[in-house]
Nanobody, 124 residues
Framework: QLQLVESGGGLVQPGGSLRLSCAAS????????IGWFRQAPGKEREGVSC????????YYADSVKGRFTISRDNAKNTTYLQMSSLKREDTGVYYC?????????????????WGQGTQVTVSS
């Protein structure tokens, strides 16, 4: 079965940190660009970050630049999103995605696989 499984979400206070993981099964992440998207209540899903498959170039949405770091460990078939200095507006369901397209300006596109999502809540 081909799937992406996210983990690491939870409740954190403003200013805190979380690390999300995205593990692939049934296929190899090596050939895909991997992105993290999020959806806040009542809002559309938005791209947060993306890492390219070939050269490791990265994209970050302006709202998370300097606070989030994306990385990938192809040996473990896993991608990570380290989130620091979290804000209330970072609250939402975070999804990882494997895509064929990558842009330094827009991140991941042409998504082939989606994870089921993990909830991140930033609240005091």
């Amino acid at each position: 079965q081909l799937q992406l499984v996210e983990s690491g979400g939870g409740l954190v206070q403003p200013g805190g940190s979380l690390r999300l993981s995205c593990a692939a099964s049934g296929f190899t992440l090596d050939y895909y660009h991997i992105g993290w998207f999020r959806q806040a209540p009542g809002k559309e899903r938005e791209g947060v970050s993306c890492i390219s498959s070939s050269d490791g170039n990265t994209y970050y949405a302006d709202s998370v630049k300097g606070r989030f770091t994306i990385s990938r460990d192809n040996a473990k078939n896993t991608t990570y999103l380290q989130m620091s200095s979290l804000k209330r507006e970072d609250t939402g369901v975070y999804y990882c995605a494997a895509s064929w397209g990558y842009s330094d300006y827009h991140g991941c596109y042409d998504v082939t696989y989606w994870g089921q999502g993990t909830q991140v809540t930033v609240s005091s």
